[in-house]
């Protein structure tokens, strides 16, 4: 069983910033492609941002946060970041780091094997 656990999430206000971190499975860290995912409200969840294995040199972003946010990761911490600027109320969910072991980069959330327990982050106007 793969564990993530994430941190960093709470409040910010339109335009501001905030810094998720999720922390990955150890040695085996670099051998998943890695991201995240959020969830609103009374809405699905939906993929965010993901990055490769190995390295990381590959990383796609929905169109809703292009441009705004960043994912990287630290393999020799075995740790996930998401960077995300230029917030916006519709940013408010709960976030959620994924890890693959099948996929180079996933995605899609159902591309996604494991999931941690998700922080909130919420964004006021």
């Known amino acids: 069983q793969v564990q993530l656990v994430e941190s960093g999430g709470g409040s910010a206000q339109a335009g501001g910033s905030l810094r998720l971190s999720c922390a990955g499975p150890?040695?085996?860290?670099?051998?998943?492609?890695m991201g995240w995912a959020r969830q609103a409200p009374g809405k699905e969840r939906e993929f965010v941002a993901g990055i490769s294995w190995s390295g990381g040199s590959k990383t796609h972003y929905s169109d809703s946060v292009k441009g705004r946010f960043t994912i990287s990761r630290d393999n020799a911490k075995s740790t996930l970041y998401l960077q995300m600027n230029n917030l916006k109320p519709e940013d408010t969910a709960v976030y959620y780091c994924?890890?693959?072991?099948?996929?180079?980069?996933?995605?899609?959330?159902?591309?996604?094997?494991?999931w941690g327990q998700g922080t909130q982050v919420t964004v006021s106007s």
């Open positions: 994924a890890a693959s072991s099948f996929k180079e980069i996933a995605t899609m959330t159902y591309e996604y094997e494991y």
């Open positions: 150890g040695r085996t860290f670099s051998s998943y492609s």
